[in-house]
């Protein structure tokens, strides 16, 4: 055992002074990507290669080799203005009233809101939401656990009828909605293990709720700390794209493993054993909720990577969206110096082999705004069509008191014909 102990050792050894020695990762599928585009680099997120940082001083375009999602003029001409796609918030008005939702709107029990995500219904606007419940006679803990709620508003302003969705006593978060075959579903996140949870309403009679389920179980694909998700269809397929950590691409090892001791001494273990730092993707030939069964894995590398970005350290609450015919991924990002607010990933093509794009800008496209309510984090936000303007919702932390608040965009910017994931 010992020797086989010090061989171990020895190879574990070599192998870090190799990882140090490369100047990228994926040489070999970098090379193969750039065959492929005859020399032109891009930032493929196919089977043989992962995201790599590129220069970003040109305009977002779609990459000619691949099926084009937006039109010729990238996102600047699809948004309905002139200026850079990074100026995109700016155009976003903050309510005055903010913040609309706080914990005391649910019970006194409930301490914060956090994870909106919006869903049209007719003439009527509704938000799904964590509302998180603290020490009760139902659940005795110290540190209570998040619970899926719901309300319902008719200008995006003033909410009401706050009813409970998730039923089980799992910290849930992250809830997405979306309407199919004249069902409304809900799916959310339970936050300890990775698994998602689904009930279904009749789109006529929202709020009589099916049974809840199970539809996705991460940890029984490998997805390591998967607790926001994002699923939608195009093109016939549905996907589910994830953020997840990365600890499983050293062959599993643990962080407390002889390897991974090792990488944080030299300072790779934060980039290359954090959480947060991949999206990983599956698909599925049709509407399913039963994705254990139903879908695969898209390629066998991570959609996206940010190990090796040195704008962002971690990405949080995926939420898709589309522009005209373009899919975005707003992500809550968290920069070197610990700021955190949305930023956005513009994609350019996903199928069931692979998927590529990049991010609109190395920096936020909804960012903090000073408010002493939303003055330390926002981590998800989410928007739709309403009532004749944009109806943009998001979180915003001042302490451990999350809270939700809205901002709108004025009528002249319809040509965006942004539209949540239906």
Not at 343 to 360: Q, V
Request: proline share 4%; net charge negative; hydrophobic share 35%.
């Amino acid at each position: 055992m010992k020797w086989k102990s010090l061989y171990t050792n020895i190879a574990l050894i070599v192998l870090i002074f190799s990882v140090l020695g490369c100047e990228g990762d994926y040489n070999s599928s970098s090379q193969i990507s750039e065959e492929r585009n005859n020399g032109k680099s891009s930032s493929h997120f196919l089977k043989e290669t992962r995201y790599q940082p590129k220069d970003l001083s040109s305009p977002l375009l779609p990459n000619p080799s691949t099926k084009n999602f937006g039109s010729s003029q990238g996102i600047a001409s699809i948004s309905g203005f002139s200026g850079p796609v990074s100026t995109w918030h700016e155009n976003l008005r903050r309510y005055e009233g903010n913040p609309v939702i706080v914990g005391r709107d649910v019970s006194p029990n409930h301490s914060f809101f956090a994870d909106p995500y919006l869903l049209v219904v007719g003439d009527r606007l509704f938000m799904f939401f964590e509302a998180f419940l603290l020490e009760s006679v139902s659940y005795p803990s110290d540190k209570g656990l998040g619970e899926i709620w719901m309300a319902e508003s008719y200008d995006g302003k003033s909410w009401k009828n706050f009813n409970k969705l998730s039923v089980n006593a799992i910290h849930f978060s992250h809830p997405q909605a979306l309407i199919h075959e004249g069902k409304v579903y809900v799916f959310y996140n339970h936050n300890q293990n990775g698994s998602i949870y689904s009930r279904w309403s009749p789109l006529g009679k929202v709020g009589q709720w099916s049974d809840e389920s199970v539809i996705f179980t991460a940890l029984n694909h490998g997805w390591d700390h998967m607790v926001e998700f994002s699923i939608f269809e195009e093109q016939g397929n549905w996907y589910l794209l994830g953020i997840t950590g990365n600890r499983k691409f050293f062959n599993g090892e643990p962080n407390n493993s002889l390897y991974s001791r090792v990488l944080r001494k030299v300072g790779l273990g934060r980039s290359r054993l954090g959480e947060d730092q991949w999206v990983r993707g599956r698909w599925a030939n049709g509407f399913t909720t039963n994705w254990d069964n139903d879908s695969q894995e898209i390629g066998d590398r991570p959609l996206i990577d940010i190990s090796g970005e040195e704008w962002v350290t971690e990405i949080v609450e995926i939420t898709s969206l589309k522009l005209n015919e373009q899919w975005v991924l707003f992500m809550g990002v968290t920069k070197p110096n610990r700021q955190q607010a949305i930023g956005t990933f513009a994609i350019n093509h996903l199928s069931p082999e692979g998927m590529d794009g990049r991010w609109i800008t190395e920096g936020f496209t909804f960012p903090l705004s000073g408010a002493e309510w939303e003055g330390q984090n926002i981590h998800r936000g989410h928007a739709v069509w309403f009532h004749d303007e944009w109806v943009y919702v998001f979180d915003g932390r001042n302490g451990k008191n999350w809270k939700i608040g809205i901002a709108t965009k004025s009528p002249h910017f319809n040509g965006m014909n942004m539209v949540s994931a239906s």
